[in-house]
């Protein structure tokens, strides 16, 4: 597994990064790679699947969090071989639980239909099992919620964006505070801003929660966690972005029953902790 450095602004992956990762490791098999559209922030994906096509590796986007997200003019799953999407609680659009595969190729469409389904394949209404597969399988229940969601998901997707709009014009210019990179074609699926080093976040969170403000870490950074450090051993300073981002960021409250005036109160709740914090 080889890991790539984000952006400190986008907290996603670049071009760039991609191809100095790929060029630097010419000793290595790489047979796919995952992209990651950060809370929704588009990333430059055509770009990268010309990169990965001329270097015949497999790409995937993990869109968890960007359904609703365009990504050079194309909704996210346009230009890569498969693409997950996920309906948990804090997702836009919910099923209450799990998720989607998208790809424009029949092949790995079959492929996830038979995975899904304890990797069972029926050729002319007789089964067999074919593959080592799980059930993944989604109820119409889950389905119909989520076609009742879709009907009114550019509704929900402008809400975040007034939100979003709010924290900006609070909080642009604020002492202790970068604001996350803006781009079109957005879908906000949450808002995580980064706190200077010197404000302890953690400590951030506590103080939020005492006034009734509910925020959280928010981007997680695999070299961090501890199966992965276990297992790989690597090191913060490979990742100072990434690092950084897992260590300082801190969401605040996005949601489409929230309004203006909420945002207002976080804003002015937030701006006192720090206060507090710098003083
Ligand atoms: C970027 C990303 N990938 C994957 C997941 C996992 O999604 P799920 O909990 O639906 O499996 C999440 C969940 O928040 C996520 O943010």
């Given at each position: 597994m080889l890991l790539c450095d984000v952006d400190a602004e986008s907290y996603v992956v670049t071009p760039d990064r991609i191809q100095a990762l790929i060029e630097n490791n010419k000793d290595k098999k790489i047979t796919a790679i995952i992209i990651v559209h950060e809370f929704g922030y588009p990333v430059a994906v055509e770009a990268i699947s010309k990169i990965a096509r001329d270097n015949n590796i497999k790409l995937i986007e993990d869109a968890a969090c960007a359904l609703g997200t365009t990504a050079d003019n194309h909704?996210?799953?346009?230009?890569?071989d498969a693409t997950c999407l996920s309906f948990h609680p804090?997702?836009?659009?919910?099923?209450g639980e799990g998720g989607a595969v998208i790809s424009n190729q029949p092949r790995v469409i079959e492929s996830i239909k038979i995975l899904r389904n304890h990797g069972i394949h029926s050729v002319e209404g007789k089964m067999d099992f074919i593959l080592d597969g799980l059930n993944y399988r989604m109820t119409d229940f889950q389905a119909a919620l989520a076609i009742g969601q879709m009907e009114r998901f550019s509704e929900t997707l402008h809400c975040r964006e007034t939100l979003v709009r709010e924290y900006y014009s609070l909080l642009?210019?604020?002492?202790g505070i970068t604001l996350p990179a803006q781009s079109k074609?957005?879908?906000?699926q949450s808002f995580m801003i980064v706190l200077d080093s010197a404000i302890d976040r953690d400590l951030m969170i506590k103080q939020l929660l005492k006034e009734g403000i509910q925020s959280n870490l928010g981007a997680q950074a695999i070299h961090c966690l501890t199966y992965f450090k276990n297992k790989y051993?690597?090191?913060d300073s490979k990742y100072p972005n990434a690092t950084n981002l897992y260590k300082q960021g801190l969401v605040l409250p996005l949601h489409a029953k929230l309004v203006c005036a909420d945002i207002e109160k976080v804003c002015t709740e937030l701006s006192k902790c720090i206060t507090l914090e710098v003083a």
């Open positions: 909704h996210v799953g346009y230009f890569s804090r997702k836009a659009l919910t099923t642009e210019g604020h002492k074609g957005h879908s906000w051993a690597l090191a």
